[in-house]
Every structure is written in C-alpha cells, then in structure tokens.
C-alpha cells in the first residue's frame, strides 16, 4: 500500500520559513519524480515544485522561484520543501505527489499516480 505522509505545516508570520516534509512507504522511491502542489481556499490546485527520480533537475512555479526549494533523500524515501520569505499568498493545503514513467514530468496533475493527504501552511501578515 503505498502512503505519502506530508509534515511541517503550520503558521507563521510572513517573513519566516518552513520545511516540509514528505515521507513515502510502499513505493520504490527513487523510481518516482515527485512534486509539491498546493490548493488555497476557493482556488484550483496548482504546482509549486517538481523535482526528478535523481534530484537533478528541478522547476518551479513563477510564485515561487528563488523562495522554494525542492529536495529529496533517496535513501530515506522523503521529499522535502524547503520554504523562505514566506508570504500571506503561500497560505494553501500543500500537498505531495509521486508520479512513475521516465525521470521527470510536468504540474499535470494525471501525471502523478499517489497523492498525500496534506499538511495546512498558514502564512500571516
């Protein structure tokens, strides 16, 4: 059974960090490009971060560039997100993905086959 378990939510004020983090069982990690996606109230689920089976290549969204940062531990099966200079716009359920077929893939949401069930980022002015 595979489980993707998401950690490291919480609040904080605009300005600070967080990591998250995404702990994966059931699934041969290393073979799966992963992704960060989060969804705010009232709006559409959208791609923050994608990142290859490797950890070579790495995107991310506009909103995010140079704030975010995408990694992960093959030998610990965990993706993380590490996340600076957050804003009131970060606020939003984030969620990780995993996806299989090739290295790397895009935001398209069929395209990643497991989904955790979140962790809540609550970004104060």
């Known amino acids: 059974q595979v489980q993707l378990v998401e950690s490291g939510g919480g609040s904080v004020q605009a300005g600070g960090s967080l990591r998250l983090s995404c702990a994966a069982s059931?699934?041969?990690?290393?073979?799966?490009?992963m992704g960060w996606f989060r969804q705010a109230p009232g709006k559409e689920r959208e791609g923050v971060a994608r990142?290859?089976?490797?950890?070579?290549?790495?995107y991310y969204a506009d909103s995010v560039k140079g704030r975010f940062t995408i990694s992960r531990d093959n030998a610990k099966n965990t993706l993380y997100l590490q996340m600076s200079s957050l804003k009131p716009e970060d606020t939003a359920m984030y969620y990780c993905?995993?996806?299989?077929?090739?290295?790397?893939?895009?935001?398209?949401?069929?395209?990643?086959?497991?989904w955790g069930q979140g962790t809540q980022v609550t970004v104060s002015s």
């Open positions: 993905a995993a996806g299989y077929g090739g290295s790397y893939a895009g935001f398209r949401e069929w395209e990643y086959s497991y």
């Open positions: 059931g699934v041969t990690f290393s073979s799966h490009y």
């Open positions: 990142i290859s089976t490797s950890g070579g290549r790495t």
